[in-house]
């Protein structure tokens, strides 16, 4: 049971141009999302969190938008640059009774282009 | 501050045996919590300690087993291993038992 989804495991995408990263979660207990980066061999960097009380979230180039009547969050990245070829993985939490335990989408694969 | 660390950061072992792993928190955090990354199930729940008592399990088996100290460092432990329990183990540290999770660079575990 795949309570986060993410359907595109890859995305190429210019330089200088946005990056649109999606994510789908059937849990509506979910009130609680993050993206994390991920680099071969390093473990998950966190990018950006979103409570579910809000519907946008920006830090610098990384804006994240929440869609609860869709279920639905996406991470924009604008402009991409080609450090942010990475693995991105969305991540969702339900509320307060469990804790710090995080359910992960699949990851999409970002390659920008020079 | 220091990142969270985690040692060794790679492990071969054999079928059978046991294997643990340790994790230092970044300091300050009391939180911490273990995923497995392989690559069909992906980035999967351990458990979770917070002040040296764990808060929630995900559903693995009995065989892996963790702890906290009151350091909050903390370790994790996989007995009578499985061909199958080849993955990375990535421990995570957050400041409140929610909120963001800071990810250490992982163990890479090897069992043949």
């Known amino acids: 049971d795949q309570q986060v989804k993410q359907n595109s495991p890859s995305l190429s995408v210019q330089e200088g141009r946005i990056s649109i990263l999606n994510c789908d979660y059937t849990?509506?207990?979910?009130?609680?999302f993050l993206w994390y980066k991920k680099y071969p061999a390093e473990g998950p960097t966190f990018l950006i969190s979103?409570?579910?009380?809000?519907d946008k979230n920006e830090d610098g180039r990384f804006t994240v938008f929440l869609n609860k009547s869709a279920k639905h969050l996406s991470l924009h990245i604008v402009p991409s640059q080609p450090g942010d070829s990475a693995v991105y993985f969305c991540a969702a939490s339900e509320k307060e009774t469990s804790g710090s335990r995080l359910t992960f989408g699949e990851g999409t694969q970002l390659t920008v282009n020079p | 501050k220091a990142g969270v660390t985690q040692t060794p950061r790679y492990l071969i072992k054999t079928r059978g045996q046991q294997v643990t792993l340790s994790c230092s928190p970044i300091?300050?955090?009391?939180?911490v919590s273990w995923y497995q990354q392989t690559p069909g199930q992906g980035l999967q729940f351990l458990f979770e300690y917070f002040s040296e008592t764990q808060r929630n399990k995900g559903n693995f088996p009995g065989r892996f087993s963790g702890r906290q100290f009151s350091n909050s460092r903390s370790e994790m432990n996989v007995s009578t291993l499985e061909l199958g329990d080849s993955a990375l183990y990535l421990c995570?540290?957050?400041?409140?038992?929610?909120?963001?999770?800071?990810f250490g660079p992982g163990t890479r575990l090897t069992v043949t």
């Open positions: 979103i409570s579910s009380i809000k």
């Open positions: 300091s300050g955090h009391r939180s």
């Open positions: 849990n509506s207990m979910f009130d609680y």
């Open positions: 995570a540290s957050s400041f409140l038992s929610r909120g963001e999770q800071y």
